[in-house]
C-alpha cells in the first residue's frame, strides 16, 4: 500500500511560478515512472509531464519550456516547477505514479489527491 502526498498548490498571478511536490511512501516497490496530470472543469484529465526511471521527461506541447518535472529517487519524491503560468493552466494537478512491487513483481499505479492551481489574470 502505497500513498502519495502532494503540495504546492496554490493562487498565482499570471506570470508567477509555482512549485509542486509528490513524495511516495508505504510498501517497498520499483518506481519505473511518476508524473503529474491536470484537469480542469469540463476538460478531460491530461498529461502534464513525466518522469521515467531512468530520468527521460516528456511534456505536453502546452507547458514544454515553462514546466520542468524533476524527481529525487532516493527520497521517492517528484517536482513539477511550473514558471510563466498563465490563466490556462488552472486546474486540480494530480501526482501519478507506476511501477512494480519488488516483492510480488506485481505491477502497481497510484494516484494523488490532487492539488488546485489557480493562475488569475
Known amino acids: 500500500q502505497v500513498q502519495l502526498v502532494e503540495s504546492g498548490g496554490g493562487l498565482v498571478q499570471a506570470g508567477g511560478s509555482l512549485r509542486l511536490s509528490c513524495a511516495a511512501s508505504?510498501?517497498?516497490?520499483?518506481?519505473?515512472?511518476m508524473g503529474w496530470y491536470r484537469q480542469a472543469p469540463g476538460k478531460q484529465r491530461e498529461l502534464v509531464a513525466a518522469?521515467?526511471?531512468?530520468?527521460?521527461?516528456n511534456y505536453a506541447d502546452s507547458v514544454k519550456g515553462r514546466f520542468t518535472i524533476s524527481r529525487d529517487n532516493a527520497k521517492n519524491t517528484v517536482y513539477l516547477q511550473m514558471n510563466s503560468l498563465k490563466p490556462e493552466d488552472t486546474a486540480v494537478y494530480y501526482c501519478?505514479?507506476?511501477?512494480?512491487?519488488?516483492?510480488?513483481?506485481?505491477?502497481?499505479?497510484?494516484w494523488g489527491q490532487g492539488t488546485q492551481v489557480t493562475v488569475s489574470s
Open positions: 501519478n505514479l507506476v511501477g512494480v512491487n519488488t516483492v510480488s513483481n506485481a505491477p502497481v499505479a497510484y
Open positions: 508505504g510498501s517497498i516497490f520499483r518506481i519505473n515512472a
Open positions: 518522469i521515467t526511471r531512468g530520468g527521460s521527461t
